[in-house]
């Protein structure tokens, strides 16, 4: 069983940046499928990206692609998220998911089996 630790969120400015970590202890990471996911106050979770385990084939919503990036660090057993040009509509909880069964990822949270605790990203002027 594997358990996933978010960090990196905080404040920032709308056009500035931040890298989310997904690391992960009690299983290797390389071995699932990864997805981050947001949620705001009063909406539903939604799919951000997510990348396969073998192949590492990555996924964005069409809210993020271009500014969003999905990466594994299999050394470090670490899955990260580079956001960059954020916009206040981007402020929410992420979280990340692992599923040991998905092989290319989803952008749905419904397959994935394993959570993190989440990390606040506010985007504010």
């Known amino acids: 069983q594997v358990q996933l630790v978010e960090s990196g969120g905080g404040l920032v400015q709308p056009g500035g940046s931040l890298r989310l970590s997904c690391a992960a202890s009690?299983?290797?990471?390389?071995?699932?499928?990864i997805g981050w996911f947001r949620q705001a106050p009063g909406k539903e979770r939604e799919g951000v990206s997510c990348i396969g385990k073998s192949s590492g084939s990555t996924y964005y919503a069409d809210s993020v692609k271009g500014r969003f990036t999905i990466s594994r660090d299999i050394a470090k057993n670490t899955v990260y998220l580079q956001m960059n040009s954020l916009k206040p509509e981007d402020t929410a909880t992420y979280y990340c998911?692992?599923?040991?069964?998905?092989?290319?990822?989803?952008?749905?949270?419904?397959?994935?089996?394993?959570w993190g605790q989440g990390t606040q990203v506010t985007v504010s002027s």
């Open positions: 009690g299983s290797t990471l390389a071995a699932y499928a």
């Open positions: 998911a692992a599923d040991l069964q998905l092989t290319r990822g989803s952008l749905s949270p419904r397959p994935y089996r394993y």
